[in-house]
Nanobody, 124 residues
Framework: QVQLVESGGGLVQAGGSLRLSCAAS????????MGWFRQAPGKEREFVAA????????NYADSVKGRFTISRDNAKNTVYLQMNSLKPEDTAAYYC?????????????????WGQGTQVTVSS
């Protein structure tokens, strides 16, 4: 059974940092592009970051460029999202997902397996 489990969310003050983890089971992350998305209450799910299978290529939403870093450890079947300089507008549930594409694409339609999400709340 393919499963993605996110962890690392929590409550942090503006300007603080968090590192999210996405642990995969039932699949080898090395064979998939992986992405992070987020959804705030009352808003649509939006792309945050993606990383290619080898990790050589990454893609970020403009809103997080320079603040967030996506990385992966294929030996551990885990993908990470380091979030620095957090802002209240980063508050959302964060989801990781896998894609069968080679490129680190931003459209959620390319992702076919999703985790349950982890909540990130940034206070002002």
């Amino acid at each position: 059974q393919v499963q993605l489990v996110e962890s690392g969310g929590g409550l942090v003050q503006a300007g603080g940092s968090l590192r999210l983890s996405c642990a995969a089971s039932g699949l080898a992350t090395v064979t998939y592009t992986m992405g992070w998305f987020r959804q705030a209450p009352g808003k649509e799910r939006e792309f945050v970051a993606a990383i290619s299978r080898s990790g050589a290529s990454t893609n970020y939403a403009d809103s997080v460029k320079g603040r967030f870093t996506i990385s992966r450890d294929n030996a551990k079947n885990t993908v990470y999202l380091q979030m620095n300089s957090l802002k209240p507008e980063d508050t959302a549930a964060y989801y990781c997902a896998r894609s069968r594409t080679l490129a680190a694409l931003s459209s959620s339609g390319y992702y076919d397996v999703w985790g349950q999400g982890t909540q990130v709340t940034v206070s002002s």
